[in-house]
């Protein structure tokens, strides 16, 4: 059993910055991969970016490239998401997943543990 939970959601200004962190917790891997997701109103979860823990690989959508960057502290282990020069169509609920694999993952089927997400809005 993996336990995942995210922080550092809020409102924020167009053109401003967030963090978010996503703890772990329980049953751990030594090689699994992490990712971020995000559901506006009305709209399906998306895949925002991924992370191979062990490999350090990343992947992006296209929609947050450049602006976005997912890290990690395996010492905790946790994973970030920055995000920078936010927009008001990236206001949605943010979810970390993670799954035993290398990664990174993009899929949505493809993860096991879900957090229950951090809201992040941004005004304009």
């Known amino acids: 059993q993996v336990q995942l939970v995210e922080s550092g959601g809020g409102l924020v200004q167009a053109g401003g910055s967030l963090r978010l962190s996503c703890a772990a917790s329980g049953r751990t891997f030594r090689r699994y991969a992490m990712g971020w997701f995000r559901q506006a109103p009305g709209k399906e979860r998306e895949f925002v970016a991924g992370?191979?823990?062990?490999?350090?690989?990343?992947s992006y959508a296209d929609s947050v490239k450049g602006r976005f960057t997912i890290s990690r502290d395996n010492a905790k282990p946790t994973v970030y998401l920055q995000m920078n020069s936010l927009k008001p169509e990236d206001t949605a609920l943010y979810y970390c997943?993670?799954?035993?694999?290398?990664?990174?993952?993009?899929?949505?089927?493809?993860?096991?543990?879900w957090g229950q997400g951090t809201q992040v809005t941004v005004s304009s």
């Open positions: 992370i191979n823990w062990s490999g350090g690989r990343t």
């Open positions: 997943a993670t799954e035993y694999a290398d990664g990174p993952i993009t899929s949505e089927s493809l993860y096991l543990y």
